[in-house]
């Protein structure tokens, strides 16, 4: 064999392998790509469970969210469609087929209606709004937030209720109440129960929740040295009783209406959607200068989102106190998606 033939073989051989290569990459790849599963996100708020599930690599396909305020905040945020509007006047063909749907419903519909009277009520519980999109949409997986009290609500019936009509839909459940502060390494003492849901059973065998996390992070660490005059209170008739009241700088007190509250662990109090209109619920502290409420961007802080996340100042602070208080601490949701993930094996 002349050098010339040599060298082309070796050029075929070498362009085969290539060949085979970049199929198997590109194999790889399309597997890849076809494993990423899509998520929607039902009262998405400002889309704080959005964020938690696409940090652990799933692709968020939409959301849905009634308030405009907060939908200003998403969509600054996040680059997905968001479907403005009443859940009950979003139609299911409206909106892409998803694996995984989402959503920290609201838990007021069940103060009102009792045991399944959500169906017949004209007020319309939104819960069986849920159920709907399940019916119509029947996602591999369901994601569920609410309050701890969910559980107890109306004697358990509620929660029964809950439970019950996702059963019935074929999903199998775990459900765990979680704290901030002991699972995503956030000082804030907020404690909510997750659903987590999956058709298969093999894949439910496979969930776990995430185990505990060490808390190393420490108030201060969130805290701005300093605020923006208008946080401060030393123009409030209630100075002179919070200067009195108020002693430790290391922690933070909350406002209850008549008086204040020190957060005996050094944790953040559980962050409220009134927080910031009529004075009730107030997360304050001692900073260098004076007494002040913590201000928007340190409750998303202890909300576990990161400064890049905008809050944007044409809102007013009582709209950023009220979406930051309705969220969720975005690295709970973090640590919970990932393991669907791996349940998943995706
Ligand atoms: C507890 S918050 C959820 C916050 C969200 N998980 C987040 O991370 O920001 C409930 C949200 O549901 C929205 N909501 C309530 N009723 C609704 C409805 N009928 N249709 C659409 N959204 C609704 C509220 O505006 C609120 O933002």
Not at 148 to 160: E, P, R
Not at 286 to 305: H, M, N, S, V, W
Request: glycine content about 6%; hydrophobic content about 35%.
């Amino acid at each position: 064999m002349s050098v010339n033939n040599t060298y082309n073989q070796l050029e075929i051989n070498f362009n085969v392998k290539s060949n085979n290569m970049t199929k198997s990459i590109s194999n790889k790849n399309q597997k890849k790509i076809k494993n990423i599963l899509t998520v929607g996100g039902l009262f998405a708020g400002i889309g704080g469970i959005e964020l938690g599930f696409k940090k652990v690599g799933f692709k968020i396909s939409w959301a849905n969210e009634i308030d405009k305020n907060a939908a200003i905040t998403y969509r600054i945020n996040h680059k997905h469609k968001l479907f403005e509007k009443d859940l009950k006047e979003l139609q299911t063909v409206e909106v892409e087929k998803i694996d995984i749907l989402t959503g920290g419903f609201p838990c007021q519909a069940f103060s009102v209606a009792g045991y399944r009277k959500g169906f017949e009520d004209d007020r319309g519980n939104v819960f069986f709004e849920i159920l709907r999109f399940i019916d119509d949409l029947k996602p591999k997986v369901l994601f569920l937030e609410n309050v701890k009290n969910l559980k107890s609500h109306d004697n358990g019936k509620t929660f029964k209720t809950v439970i019950n009509e996702l059963e019935s839909r074929g999903y199998h459940l775990n459900y765990k109440v979680l704290n901030s502060s002991q699972y995503a390494n956030v000082p804030q003492n907020r404690e909510r129960i997750y659903i987590v849901g999956f058709r298969d059973k093999e894949v439910y065998n496979n969930f776990e929740f995430p185990k505990p996390k060490k808390l190393t992070k420490t108030i201060k660490d969130l805290l701005d040295d300093k605020a923006d005059e208008n946080f401060y209170y030393n123009k409030s008739k209630y100075y002179a009783q919070l200067k009195e009241e108020m002693i430790n700088s290391d922690t933070i007190y909350q406002w209850r209406r008549t008086y204040v509250r020190e957060n005996k662990s050094k944790l953040c109090p559980t962050l409220t959607a009134n927080m910031g209109t009529g004075g009730h619920n107030v997360p304050l502290i001692i900073d260098k200068k004076d007494i002040r409420k913590l201000t928007p961007r340190e409750c998303a802080r202890f909300q576990g989102y990161d400064d890049s996340f905008i809050l944007s100042d044409k809102l007013a602070n009582s709209a950023l106190y009220k979406q930051v208080g309705n969220s969720v601490t975005v690295p709970v949701i973090e640590a919970i998606a990932k393991q669907i993930k791996k349940a998943l094996n995706v």
